[in-house]
C-alpha cells in the first residue's frame, strides 16, 4: 500500500522560507517521476516542479529561481526548499508520484498526498 505524507508547511512572512517534505512510504520505486503540486481553492491544481525519471528537474516558472526539488533515495523522501515565498505562493501543496518518466505523460498520477498548507503573508 502506497502512502504519501507531507510535512512542513505553516505560516511565513514573504520572503521567508520553507521546506517541505514527503514521505514516500511503500513507493520504493527506482523509476517513475515524482513531482510537487500546488492548489488554492477555486483552481485547478498545478505542478510547482518534478523530478523526472532520468532525474532531470522542471519548475514552473513561478518556482523557478526560487524553489529547489530534491529526493533522498535512502529515506524514501521528497523534497521541496522554498525561498523568497510571495503571498501568490500560499496555497495547498501536494506531493505526487507516478510510474511514467515524466508528469508530462500522465492525466493524473498515480499516488497523491493529503496535502499541506503553506500560507505566505
Given at each position: 500500500d502506497v502512502q504519501l505524507v507531507?510535512?512542513?508547511?505553516?505560516?511565513?512572512?514573504?520572503?521567508?522560507?520553507?521546506?517541505?517534505?514527503?514521505?514516500?512510504?511503500?513507493y520504493t520505486r527506482r523509476s517513475g517521476c515524482?513531482?510537487?503540486f500546488r492548489q488554492v481553492p477555486g483552481k485547478e491544481r498545478e505542478m510547482v516542479a518534478?523530478?523526472?525519471?532520468?532525474?532531470?528537474?522542471?519548475y514552473d516558472s513561478t518556482a523557478e529561481g526560487r524553489f529547489?526539488?530534491?529526493?533522498?533515495?535512502?529515506?524514501?523522501?521528497?523534497?521541496?526548499?522554498?525561498?523568497?515565498?510571495?503571498?501568490?505562493d500560499t496555497a495547498l501543496y501536494y506531493c505526487a508520484a507516478d510510474p511514467a518518466?515524466?508528469?508530462?505523460?500522465v492525466a493524473?498520477?498515480?499516488y497523491w498526498g493529503q496535502g499541506t498548507q503553506v500560507t505566505v503573508s
Amino acid at each position: 500500500d502506497v502512502q504519501l505524507v507531507e510535512s512542513g508547511g505553516g505560516s511565513v512572512q514573504a520572503g521567508g522560507s520553507l521546506s517541505l517534505s514527503c514521505a514516500t512510504r511503500g513507493y520504493t520505486r527506482r523509476s517513475g517521476c515524482l513531482a510537487w503540486f500546488r492548489q488554492v481553492p477555486g483552481k485547478e491544481r498545478e505542478m510547482v516542479a518534478q523530478i523526472q525519471d532520468d532525474g532531470a528537474k522542471h519548475y514552473d516558472s513561478t518556482a523557478e529561481g526560487r524553489f529547489t526539488i530534491s529526493q533522498d533515495n535512502a529515506k524514501n523522501t521528497l523534497y521541496l526548499q522554498m525561498n523568497s515565498l510571495k503571498p501568490e505562493d500560499t496555497a495547498l501543496y501536494y506531493c505526487a508520484a507516478d510510474p511514467a518518466p515524466t508528469m508530462g505523460w500522465v492525466a493524473s498520477p498515480a499516488y497523491w498526498g493529503q496535502g499541506t498548507q503553506v500560507t505566505v503573508s
